[in-house]
């Protein structure tokens, strides 16, 4: 299958405005009513489902949490990205573009990053005027900061919860909607199939998870907003309720997935407690900005430090390494999040680890040096040019707090530990995928009708995502791509009419849905489903995890075929369909992981070159950077699904054509 991608002739200056087929479309008050089925509420549903109804489409919109506010955009930290040049630093849209792709080492389809680029600057206005309360500077412009991969400060932000605020703003877009009638929400509702009739899709079914009746929801386009699938490594910063059940289901039904082993690594989360633990939490890449990374230079004092013998504090200056800002001079602690997760694993791995965890595995995080230098700052600005270590401090932490005062609480709530007085511990852990359902320019799948928006597709970001981009793309998608290129697809449908879910197909589709929930509830296993999924995330994050080698994956993908076998053949999962049934969710939700896992190994496995979040240990340089190949390996890879036994899946290849930007060796030194 060769892909096409649909890019228009000239793509880097078309305007919204060349969509001729809108022509088709009539006026507004002759409109027949046309149904948009929305599956997710994080900031591209939200976001998506709104400015459908806004437009006067029908729309269902469907969340398996019990409100759209819990989607998990909700815990993004740090920022969104937009190329305004509030600072005068040189930003534009080409340089939000150019560190876009190569953020992304060259994997990402150049044409839906400049879109990106393009439309940044509108999110932002479209947010100040839902009242989303960005930060502001002493003149009460909007701030911004810097993330990494970049050097201009792009990042407009709110303290260190902008998900949050972002995705409230999105919310009462969404609810103004619900309550003139537009938008139909269905709360605690889970997508489990996709309905296709004559090759389109035309609707879901979908279950309540508080009843269990199993439901069947028509419409003319189907959009997949689902988030992204970290949680087959059991242990990430998503929510514990996180999947890619809806992502994946349409993949069986026809939709390519596209680079499944483009996962990434955040480098600053708490780090791993113990093998109880059922989460990880992620502390803002913001901190970057201010606080600088560490391990002792002597293992003896890494040891010492992790048996209590010596403190942080106590380390003398010339006795740390300050290894990134060693490494990369360029860019120090504001390299990418690949090249710092890695970096940080290579030190741990040298035994200057700091965490007295299982594995050892941590690096600090300091900010005594931003308390010192922000402290002097602002005595000299109240006057005191000359203040005591003491009074500076006290400024510094001020200052440290009003900026990041909510993540260092619940760093404190979480550790113990005062990170204002005492070195921050951090690891990289699991936090976004790259990869995703393939995409064509418009974002649709290969399935006529079905859109994939946000992180459910693979569009935006090739290898690694910079930071402050995911919000950026979410809200791109949801308010300023979708409603064009949906409707112009639409076009076509204004005088279907309403589509009966009493035909065939649905019938089909929800006998399929019940034999598959009364296959888990009949089982007669002795294993929880948590069982099984803590295997499932050791065996990816081993051997399809930070660093991958070709003995490694292929024992993966055997022994997630031998963990599939197991799982169908002693899985317990009690209760009934006819209630409320958590363990009957993640089963459903672990066995699309389950094949997901074996596919992200194949997938690494063909990929001999390293790039981005994909670390071939047998591809890197005397340095220990990564090798790219561009030769042979610049193209998306796209998996067709070819039946229960995912080693048959079928891999198609879409080149990456580059007419503006120079392919070059990735290099923040």
Known sequence: MKLDSKIPEGHISQKWTDYKDHLKLVAPNNRPKIDIIVVGTGLAGASAAA????????????????????????AAQGGINAAKNYQNDGDSTFRLFYDT????????????????AEVSSNIIDQCVAQGVPFARDYGGLLDNRSFGGTQVQRTFYAAGQTGQQLLLGAYSSLSRQIGVGNVKMFNRHEMLDLVKIDGKARGIIARNLVTGEIERHSAHAVIIASGGYGNVYFLSTNAMGSNVTAAWKIHKQGALFANPCFVQIHPTCIPVHGTNQAKLTLMSESLRNSGRIWVPKKKEDAAAIREGKLQPTQLKEEDRDYFLERRYPAFGNLVPRDVASRAAKEMCDQGHGIEANDTNEGVYLDFSSEIKSKGKQAAYAKGNHNPSDEEATKLGKQWLEEKYGNLFTMYQKITDENPYETPMKIYPAVHYTMGGVWVDYNLQSTIPGCFVAGEANFSDHGANRLGASALMQGLADGYFVLPYTVSNYLADDIRTGKISTDLPEFVEAEKNVKETINTFLSNNGTKTVDHFHKRLGLIIWNKVGMARNEAGLKQAIQEVSDLKAEFYKDVYVPGSNEELNPELEKALRVADLIDLGQLMAMDALQRNESCGGHFREEYQDAEGETLRDDENFSFVSAWEYKGNDITKSELHKEELKYEFIKIAARNYK
């Not at 006067?56 to 909700?74: E, L, T």
């Not at 792709?101 to 990106?116: Q, T």
């Open 51 to 74: 400015s459908f109804a806004e437009m006067g489409y029908n729309v269902k919109s469907f969340c398996f949490q019990d409100s759209p506010r819990r989607a998990h955009s909700i």
């Open 101 to 116: 792709i190569k953020g992304g080492d060259y994997r990402a389809r150049e044409a839906n990053v400049h879109r990106l």
